[in-house]
């Protein structure tokens, strides 16, 4: 059974950075696409980044692109999120997920995950 644990949350400043971290544990963790989703109070959870499991591709949704930059290490079966030049508007519980990889496909839906974390806040005050 996989396992994913996310770290890094906190409150930080608009402007500011943050790394979001995400162990695995439980299978091959380059046998999975993965992908970081956030959800706001009172709105869906979206998709923000995927990589593939190679990680040679990559999503962003364009709300986050040229600031945020997901990465894996899969020699250390941890996945990461560095927050550049956070926003208010950014503000949300940062989940990971995995999906068994399918070439390089990138999956963007919730439904295409198997595997979540619990999730870690992120707070940008302005």
């Known amino acids: 059974q996989v396992q994913l644990v996310e770290s890094g949350g906190g409150l930080v400043q608009a402007g500011g950075s943050m790394r979001l971290s995400c162990a695995f544990s439980?299978?091959?963790?380059?046998?999975?696409?993965m992908g970081w989703f956030r959800q706001a109070p009172g709105k869906e959870r979206e998709c923000v980044a995927v990589i593939s499991w190679s990680g040679t591709s990559t999503f962003y949704v364009y709300s986050v692109k040229d600031r945020f930059t997901i990465s894996r290490d899969n020699a250390k079966n941890t996945l990461y999120l560095q927050m550049n030049s956070l926003k208010p508007e950014d503000t949300a519980v940062y989940y990971c997920?995995?999906?068994?990889?399918?070439?390089?496909?990138?999956?963007?839906?919730?439904?295409?995950?198997?595997?979540w974390g619990q999730g870690t806040q992120v707070t940008v005050s302005s």
């Open positions: 439980g299978r091959t963790f380059s046998s999975y696409a």
């Open positions: 997920a995995a999906d068994i990889a399918r070439g390089q496909k990138l999956p963007r839906t919730k439904a295409s995950y198997d595997y």
